[in-house]
């Protein structure tokens, strides 16, 4: 407090000499209240200086807790003890004179004529133009009974011409030789981002580029939907909406009748079961690995030729992930089976695949074995869709009012003033801060009345209050909504117009806007243009504004189309590991992924959990041995390792391996790659001043007419020309088992390294050595 400082409070006292807060009309009270603690010890003439900064008429956070009020009292010249002498700057640098002059007489009107503290009424400060273009540089598109639809092509035609112009302008200035300008650009300004959906979408009919700053919440767009139903669909099988969802979706395509055909009403107990009844009855046991062999959706009379093809390419693949569910993190293989449905050809540019990517990155920071689709979906609506950074689409900018404080535009477009906002939820208290006679802050607090009851006058009188203040806000939004503009500025609004034959005859219809529009605030300026508007109309021509806004179609894929190619996020961190093409597919699963079984007789068990543990363990510290190689070893020791645990847990977090698995990682990733700095074979080496020193080296061959890959983790040729092959392993082994273990590691791993010296036998006539490092176990072994 101002009487008993803390410590800090005092530290500060003595440090802090010049103290300048900008945006000062939008502190709260809490800060306001620390700014007076802060300057509570200063005196006069002690050459400390205060100064605040501002614009009281651009102060529109009061859902921040922003309190206009605390400008309003430093503008009366003292904050605490120390007096402040005020300075109000007029001179408007941004617009041109007939932007300032329109503004000056409109807010003069809507802004109140005196300041009040309490209520945060801020009365109107007129600006003087610097530019001394009065041009009409304001147009007003007042209507009566304008539908929304036909406002925004409206706004459509405007943008068209202001586009014509500007590359009218840019071509004379060319041709005046005159040096590349600016770039001037367009806003549309919307209260709220429902407001500005409309225009958004015309624009994307049109082709016309634009950059919306969150506008579009992610889970709104059309691609994550389709990932989302994806996602669903594959956690519940029972899920018919997601089902249909999926199906419907361009990453399936069926169309209604089709749909019907496939699922109707039959009484299957999930969706899945009754596709499942299109298995040919060759194939029920599922040994049949063609897959126009394995499904029979001809069978079906219903579906049509089109629809039984569309489900021949996407009902395998769809089937494939639902046997690989848990056999790998649940986002890599969204993302997967989304690739093999040929997603990427569903999107319409390079920023719905981004979509597509945040989608998944959100998937895979979830709890893998308890996701919560429901807590996703709310995750997903407090993302927005990403803008688009294009070159072309620079040009046109949709955000709220609010987003564009601070901002400046060529030509700013304000639509839907006349829109009656959503209203807001009833607050549980009401309060309301005055000063009192003795300039001490004063509080009154008013619950919420009990349901059914009217409003006490408490509380009546405390929502006035409310309204009052909001009103005031509302007016000053819509100023800085207009002072955006440094050319042009256009606004759009309708006011509802029905009239009966009996008011058209007595001329006393009383036009009003919606109240809490912003037209609502313009109205003391704009109700005699609607008057005018009034007298001129005729219902006839309320038939123009009827327009509806074209309906974007269902995108669905060609039935012939070629499979998209592989579209992949980059890395946090680089692993490059090849598969080894040539063993058996059962084998070389367990191969790619580090993952060791043992006998049956070990009675060790290979489970799916285990897999994704060992396969990035794996993956991970064959990259830490290949940078050991490559940033030489003499740099590595403990301490370098300590200091990259970060950065290996961030790999790993991005690989999808969950939280409770993270611990156990790393604690696998340290001891391996621990071993492998104190185990004098394995550093010699990972020495890389061997002759043909390599790591990750890949092979190539031709077996049975198939291109085969295979990747040596180690290789070089030693003093005595001696060529090595080391290919390591992180398996993990019961230590009562090791030397059964590495028996069986060998017998397994022998013809691999066979295999890799055979190749290198091709290549030169040496000798060679085959080795075995398991680094977990520390264990260097040299095979026959």
């Not at 011409?161 to 300004?189: F, P, Q, V, Y």
């Not at 599922?286 to 489900?311: D, Y």
């Not at 050809?345 to 989608?359: P, Y």
Request: proline letters at 4%; aromatic letters at 8%; hydrophobic letters at 40%.
């Amino acid at each position: 407090s101002e009487l008993e400082p803390t410590d800090l409070a005092q530290q500060l006292d003595y440090q802090v000499q010049h103290l300048l807060v900008d945006e000062f009309q939008d502190t709260s009270s809490e800060q306001y209240k620390l700014l007076t603690q802060l300057i509570a010890g200063w005196q006069p003439d002690d050459g400390r200086t205060l100064f605040l900064v501002g614009d009281p008429m651009q102060s529109i956070y009061r859902f921040r807790e922003a309190e206009v009020g605390n400008f309003l009292k430093a503008w009366q010249g003292q904050v605490g003890q120390v007096a402040l002498s005020q300075l109000n700057l007029k001179v408007n640098f941004r617009s041109t004179a007939g932007v300032v002059n329109w503004v000056n007489d409109a807010f003069k009107k809507v802004l109140p004529k005196e300041s009040d503290i309490e209520k945060g009424a801020v009365s109107y400060s007129d600006s003087i133009a610097f530019s001394k273009d009065d041009s009409v540089a304001v147009t007003e598109h007042w209507a009566l009974n304008q539908t929304a639809n036909q406002e925004a092509l409206d706004i459509l035609t405007v943008i068209k011409n202001r586009i014509a112009e500007m590359e009218e302008e840019a071509a004379n200035d060319s041709a005046a030789g005159k040096t590349e300008s600016k770039l001037k650009k367009i806003a549309i300004l919307g209260r709220s981002r429902s407001s500005l959906m409309g225009i958004a979408l015309l624009l994307k009919q049109q082709q016309i580029g634009f950059r919306a700053v969150d506008l579009e919440n992610l889970a709104e767009r059309q691609e994550v939907q389709d990932v989302f139903a994806l996602s669903r669909a594959l956690l519940h099988l029972a899920d018919k909406a997601a089902w249909i969802a999926l199906l419907r979706s361009p990453l399936v395509g069926l169309n209604l009748k089709d749909l019907s055909a496939l699922i109707g009403d039959l009484p299957y107990k999930t969706t899945w079961s009754a596709i499942e009844r299109f298995r040919c009855q060759n194939n029920q046991t599922g040994n049949i690995t063609a897959t126009h062999q394995a499904w029979c959706f001809e069978e079906n009379t219903g579906l049509s030729e089109i629809g039984q093809q569309r489900l021949m390419h996407a009902i395998p693949v769809i089937e494939n992930a639902i046997k690989r569910l848990g056999s790998l993190p649940f986002a890599t293989l969204i993302r997967e089976t989304w690739l093999q449905l040929d997603g990427p050809q569903t999107v319409e540019n390079k920023l719905a695949l981004e979509n597509v990517d945040v989608f998944c990155q959100t998937l895979a920071s979830s709890d893998n074995e308890n996701l919560d689709m429901q807590q996703l979906q709310k995750q997903m609506e407090t993302l927005f869709a990403r803008p688009d950074s294009s070159p072309e689409s620079q040009r046109i900018e949709l955000m709220t009012m609010h987003k564009s404080k601070g901002l400046e535009f060529d030509t700013v477009i304000l639509p839907g003033l006349g829109k009656k906002p959503r209203s807001d939820d009833a607050n549980l208290v009401s309060w309301f801060q005055f000063l009192s006679d003795a300039g001490q802050e004063q509080l009154v607090i008013a619950p919420i009345d009990q349901k059914g009851q009217a409003n006490s006058s408490l509380r009546t009188l405390l929502k006035t209050f409310e309204s009052e203040k909001q009103g005031y806000e509302l007016g000053r939004l819509l100023y800085v909504a207009t002072t955006r503009a440094k050319a042009h500025l256009h606004l759009f609004g309708s006011v509802r117009y029905q009239p009966t034959e009996k008011n058209i005859e007595n001329g006393d219809y009383k036009l009003v806007a919606n109240k809490d529009s912003l037209l609502e605030s313009l109205w003391p300026y704009a109700e005699a243009d609607f008057k005018r508007l009034m007298q001129d109309y005729d219902p006839a021509t309320e038939a123009l504004y009827e327009a509806e806004l074209p309906l974007p179609k269902v995108s669905r894929l060609p039935i012939d189309r070629q499979g998209f190619s592989d579209y992949s996020a980059e890395p946090l961190f680089s692993v490059n590991r090849v598969v080894d093409k040539s063993v058996d597919v059962k084998q070389n699963i367990i191969q790619e992924s580090e993952v060791k079984p043992e006998t049956e007789q070990e009675s060790l068990v290979f489970n799916q959990q285990n897999a994704l543990l060992n396969t990035t363990v794996g993956n991970l510290v064959h990259a830490i041995f290949e940078q050991m190689v490559a940033e030489d070893l003499e740099n590595w020791n403990e301490s370098t390792l300590k200091t990259r645990l970060s950065l290996y847990q961030q790999w790993l977090q991005q690989q999808g391996l969950p939280e409770k698995d993270m611990p156990e990682a790393l604690r696998r990733v340290q001891k391996s790659i621990q071993n492998g700095l104190n185990n004098p074979k394995l550093c010699w080496a990972l020495s890389p001043d061997f002759a043909d020193s390599a790591t990750e080296y890949p092979l190539t061959s031709l077996e049975n007419g198939q291109v085969a890959n295979h990747i040596v983790d180690r290789t070089f040729i030693d003093e005595s020309g001696v060529r090595w092959i080391v290919d390591y392993k992180t398996s993990v082994s019961d230590d009562k088992n090791v030397d059964k273990f590495i028996e069986y590691q060998t017998e397994k791993y022998q013809p691999q390294l066979a295999r890799y010296g055979q190749l290198f036998e091709q290549i030169e006539q040496r000798p060679q050595k085959w080795v075995l490092y398991f680094s977990y176990l520390d264990i260097w072994h040299e095979l026959n």
